[in-house]
């Protein structure tokens, strides 16, 4: 299989998958085939298996419908997966500088192109990369950039309406997508192509949030898909909060995992801080993380985890992001 391949060279194998789970559509059938896109799977991505869901949101996405992903495991591949199969780029919307680190060295690492234009990138590296989306066929196929660069960057918006106007500009994919729920669309002008088709992907959010991130990112009649909430290899486990929230982390934390680190998920950015402060005074080395922090704060407590300067991360439970743990906890 050639993944630089426009998509109608592909497959030479057709099959009917019926979608499963979405209730925007009941009864949708997607024609693609499904051996082909497992052997990407496996060879691409060195998975074995799709999730529930998975596969379905897949096919919606390859035919150019709006997609909606909600739930834990598994929202990434939905659209990196379909980027591989088109001779053009994806352009990836997330908050975190972090996890757009996280997903780019990933993604290096399976030989996928992926390159970003947000965080400390210098002007050449920028250059470099505004060049090579100027090719005629771009070898990057995916391009991750944070809601404030689409916002103010001029010269991005002239890089993404030239690949519009060749043809070159697959899709959006809104990630994190409570993000514009949360504070209102921050990134209006990726709107300017309404003609393009979206994938949001959102954790795990009441239905009135799913129904006002519908409404933010103006996705008519999208389909919905959801993925499982839970991860087999992790355990779970609920305690009674007391009072004493900060001591009552910082004693399980030094008698279950004295020398591992961790994640502490809490509900509110200050949560965060005030309980960063506290795990510090008991002796814990501990960096908060989230939203309301600028993006070279978040990238400094990025280096410090993984310089292992940071034990304990404290983050929203929404600003979730992808790094190597032992252990984590909610504070609810």
Known sequence: LNIDEPLTNIHDKRAVIKMAGNPADQGRDFDRS?????AILRETFRLEEFRDNQLEAINASILGEDVFVVGGAG??????????????VTVVISPSISLIQ??????TELGIVA??????????????????LSEERPKIKLLYVTPEKVSMSRPLINALESLRDRKLLIRFVIDEAFYPSKRGNPCPHFRDFSELPIIALSGPVAPPIQEDILKQLQMNDPQVFTMTFFKTN???AVRTKTQDVANDCHTWIKKHYRHDSGIVYCWRQDDCDSMAKSLERAGLKACSYHAGMTDEDRESVQNKWNENECQVALFTF???????????????
């Open 234 to 236: 992790l355990k779970y």
């Open 34 to 38: 499904p051996e082909n896109l497992k």
């Open 115 to 132: 390159r970003t234009l947000s965080g400390d990138i210098g002007p050449s590296a920028a250059d470099s990369i505004y060049e090579q």
């Open 75 to 88: 929202k990434s591949l939905c659209y990196q997966l379909p980027a591989c199969l088109f001779a053009g």
């Open 318 to 332: 929404l600003l979730q992001k992808a790094m190597r743990m032992v252990w984590c906890m909610r504070v609810a």
């Open 102 to 107: 996280d997903q780019i060295q990933e993604l």
